[in-house]
């Protein structure tokens, strides 16, 4: 169709006739109705349609933001206000003072290069073509979930010196299965959590995050509405917390954990971030000059960072009874 667009009858021309035509023309000054425009067309629609239909769990539970730059982002957070002191007649109002924590990240950048042979676009016209950068797009999405579950599987350091999850946090149970007592020890963490200034907060727990199997059967059943027989029966944590399985949560040995985190608009949990005007996988697409075909480069900027602990709570998981 293009070149018959141009005058040129492909009228008995064979498929490597036609792609002769096509390249030798692509290589000259030409409108942007060209090969490699279209290639290009096709490579960035196939590749965002899929970077967009892969699911992404954590976006439930964790916050977006998008950044300007590629420089260090600083999260502050601010203690509440000081205790109000009573101050007795012809006294003096005291001065107090806020604390201050913060969480430092900056994004990076993501990226590779596939070529595609001239003989492979002539053997399979452009059906491995959009394949490929199918496959292409699927990936950068699948980084972004590797990304963000490498910080809860991997439990890094925070601001503090202390890792995500840990006794000093308040926020590691004592490994157990998802039941009622642990669920309950999970609430009882949230509800102990304390502010910078050492006030308790008001913070509770939205979802359950668990790698698919036992786990994930364990907290369907906690969370069913049943019809009980008796009060004994009753299911006291039904429909309170919304599941999200996710298959990185499976660890490489050892039982699998199970985790809670708020709703991110109530407290801060894991923040990821995109650079402003570049939301998602970004592609460009060039004529091969070293490779006889078409390369295609694929670059996605983006970051995550556990900015509160407060937010998250951990159960390492425990073999069933």
């Known amino acids: 169709e293009n070149l018959e667009r141009r005058g040129i009858s492909t009228r008995g021309m064979s498929r490597m006739e036609i792609a002769s035509q096509l390249f030798s023309r692509a290589a000259g000054y030409h409108s942007t109705s060209d090969f490699p425009v279209i290639l290009a067309n096709v490579a960035n629609q196939t590749l965002r349609a899929a970077y967009d239909e892969i699911p992404r769990t954590f976006q439930a539970w964790a916050r977006r933001e998008t950044i300007t730059d590629f420089k260090p982002v600083t999260r502050v957070q601010l ?181 809670l985190s708020a709703m991110p608009s109530m407290i801060d949990t894991v923040e990821y971030a995109y650079l402003d005007g570049n939301d998602g996988v970004f592609t460009e697409t060039r004529m091969g000059f070293e490779v006889d075909g078409v390369e295609i480069k694929a670059r996605h900027d983006f970051a995550a960072k556990a900015i509160d602990h407060r937010g998250l709570y951990k159960n390492p998981g425990a073999a069933p009874a």
């Open 79 to 259: 203690s509440g206000a000081p205790d109000l002191e009573k101050v007795l007649e012809s006294g003096e109002f005291q001065y107090g003072t806020m604390g201050e924590a913060k969480e430092v990240y900056a994004l990076s950048t993501y990226g590779k290069i596939i070529g595609f042979t001239r003989q492979m676009l002539i053997n399979d016209d452009l059906g491995a073509f959009t394949r490929v950068t199918q496959a292409f797009g699927a990936r950068a999405a699948d980084l972004e979930g590797d990304i963000v579950y490498a910080i809860l599987n991997q439990n890094p350091d925070m601001g503090d010196g202390t890792p995500l999850f840990d006794n000093g946090h308040g926020n590691l149970g004592t490994a157990a299965v998802i039941n009622e007592t642990s669920l309950t020890a999970g609430y009882r963490a949230y509800a102990q959590q304390t502010g910078i200034e050492g006030h308790r907060i008001s913070v509770s727990p939205s979802y359950i995050l668990v790698p698919p199997g036992q786990r994930s059967v364990e907290a369907r059943k906690m969370l069913a509405a049943t019809t009980p027989a008796s009060t004994g029966e009753v299911n006291v944590y039904a429909n309170r917390l919304q599941v999200v399985e996710e298959r990185r949560l499976i660890p490489a040995s050892g039982q699998d954990p199970w985790f």
